[in-house]
């Protein structure tokens, strides 16, 4: 059955486990050429790097075509239904980075293949998955860690809730009054934020906001009061000096730029999970 990913809370765990599952498989030389004969039509922003690199090198991999375009593409006069119909003659997957996640849901309703979000301004779902995977990796039981995300409601912090409700994990807020997430156990104060928790979360901030996050960067002192153990998980882009400081990214608490690496068999298991009957 043709599968989409929007939203992680479109998925249930056992879906979240079936695509661990995969990408623990294509570590074990599984899948070979799962996309021969395939081709995956992407619409990226010039500005993306990780995402767009590391879906395009996993199509690669798998022996699929890529069809690149940019974002704008879908913001022309032409009514994305029509769009789609045509899509649906020659694309067997569809991959899309915008930001309106409006456009995401109105494809969806069009396409007969399955369709994947790689980002909007609300969420960015494979983004949430490589780095679950990671830590599942990394930790004795990741859904049993504490999770803190210090940053403004955002798109990466409104993922992580997104995958909090989904696998059960428990997961806090750090930051100034008036940038809260709904739903979610808020801290106004660093020092108490961090206190027990193993998987510290960031986002990079505006400059519009910088002056009100002063308060709230994390650094190495502040990486020290969380349990033993603890990791720090920026979602990069992110700035030394501005929602972390340099001692804190060149110390052991970061889980440094191999962490993401796992970013590349997770979209390749996403798609294969999207596509597999």
């Keep these: 059955m043709m599968k989409n990913l929007i939203r992680l809370t479109d998925f249930t765990a056992e879906d979240i486990r079936r695509i661990f599952q995969i990408a623990d498989e ?91 979000n790689a980002m909007t301004d609300v969420n960015h779902p494979c983004e949430m998955l490589g780095d679950l995977y990671a830590l599942s990796k990394l930790r004795t039981d990741f859904l049993k860690d504490k999770y803190l995300f210090c940053g403004r409601k955002c798109n990466i912090g409104l993922a992580w809730q997104e995958a909090a409700k989904v696998l059960g994990f428990a997961l806090s807020q750090c930051c100034p009054a008036g940038y809260e997430m709904d739903g979610i156990e808020v801290y106004h104060d660093m020092e108490t934020a961090v206190r027990g ?16 996050f002063q308060e709230f960067q994390i650094t190495k002192a502040v990486m020290e009061q969380a349990n033993p153990g603890a990791v720090l998980n920026p979602c990069p882009p992110f700035y030394r000096g501005e929602e972390v400081s340099a001692d804190a990214i060149d110390s052991a608490f970061f889980v440094g730029y191999g962490f993401k690496k796992c970013l590349l068999e997770v979209q390749q298991a996403v798609m294969i999970y999207c596509l597999e009957e």
């Design 197 to 212: 928790k193993d998987i510290i979360c960031t986002d990079s901030l505006p400059a519009s906001v910088l002056s009100d």
């Design 26 to 116: 294509l570590n074990n030389g599984k899948h070979t050429g799962f996309l021969r004969r395939k081709s995956v039509v992407m619409f990226f922003p010039a500005s993306s790097i990780r995402t767009r690199v590391s879906f395009e090198k996993g199509i690669y991999l798998l022996d699929g075509q890529v069809i690149l375009f940019p974002t704008e593409t879908l913001d022309k006069k032409e009514d994305l239904k029509d769009v789609c119909g045509y899509l649906n003659n020659w694309a067997d997957l569809v991959i899309v980075r915008h930001k309106d996640i409006g456009v995401l849901d109105k494809m969806a309703e069009y396409l007969k293949v399955p369709l994947i």
